[in-house]
């Protein structure tokens, strides 16, 4: 006997829909402007000016700059010179040069007016009678220190970029010893420009007139608060010690590397 072939088991599957094209509205072309691409080979259109900043052979001052400034966040920075980087605030640094400005040495030219005065009342016949010294701020360490020492500055002021710094990292210890207010200010030119000069390391306050004593012993509380009563905090706060990218991302590595063996032996 013939065996008849029997139906196939199983659903037909329905065929696919049309997949419905997007229509992309096309660009209008201007035939006025031809398109003219530009060739940047070997003797063809100008090159695009890029930023070569990273392959400037730079001089050696600025590489020195750039280098100090990464060794001193990477290498760790022991307290008596991390304490350099804490500067006064803004708003109390703008209220004390203000003040240190009225109190700035006589220029050349005025020293020049009063003697040329003082001269010209002796050729007249007057008494001689010495002008009396006006008081005005003191500038250089050796004048400082011994100012401090005697006890007779009300307000040091230091300068955070000193260069060599061993100039004036022994004025905060003695300043706390002798107890004499102090602060460190940013930028020794700021500095100069009051004592009339191009930098100076550091500037006291002796004496000020009784109409800014007031503003004086406002200045002289605020930096006790910040600087004399914070040695102790001062003493233990090292500074640097931060890691570059690559290395970070090194370390990062590796700490990931031993979390996944931990949780395999777990």
């Known amino acids: 006997m013939v065996q008849k072939k029997g139906k196939k088991g199983g659903k037909k599957v329905a065929a696919a829909p049309l997949a419905v094209k997007k229509l992309v509205p096309q660009k209008v072309v201007n035939p006025l402007f031809e398109k003219r691409p530009r060739n940047f080979s070997i003797g063809q259109d100008i090159q695009p000016k890029r930023d070569l900043s990273r392959f400037v052979r730079w001089p050696k001052y600025i590489r020195l700059q750039r280098q100090k400034a990464v060794l001193q966040t990477r290498l760790k920075i022991p307290p ?19 003040l240190l ?34 008081p005005v701020v003191r500038h250089g360490v050796n004048t400082v ?15 955070n970029d000193v ?12 300043c706390r010893k002798m107890g004499v207010p102090y602060c460190i200010v940013k ?25 800014d004593r007031s503003s004086l012993n406002k200045l002289v509380d605020v930096v006790k608060t910040n600087y004399n009563e914070r040695s102790e905090e001062i003493r233990k706060h090292w500074g640097g010690g931060s890691l570059g990218s690559k290395s970070a991302a090194r370390v990062a590595k590796l700490e990931k590397l031993k979390a996944i063996e931990l949780a395999k032996k777990v």
């Open 80 to 98: 008596p010179i991390n304490q350099f980087s804490s500067t006064l605030d803004k708003q109390t640094a703008t209220q004390l040069f203000k």
């Open 101 to 134: 400005d009225k109190y700035r040495p006589e220029s050349k030219e005025a020293k020049k007016e009063r003697l040329k005065a003082r001269a010209a009342e002796k050729a007249a016949g007057k008494a001689d009678a010495p002008t009396k010294r006006a």
């Open 145 to 159: 220190t011994t100012l401090i020492e005697k006890k007779k500055a009300q307000l040091v002021v230091i300068a």
């Open 163 to 174: 260069d060599p710094i061993e100039l004036v990292v022994f004025l905060p210890a003695l």
């Open 187 to 211: 930028n020794k030119a700021r500095l100069g420009r009051v004592a009339r000069r191009k930098t100076t390391t550091c500037l006291a306050i002796t004496q000020v007139e009784s109409s």
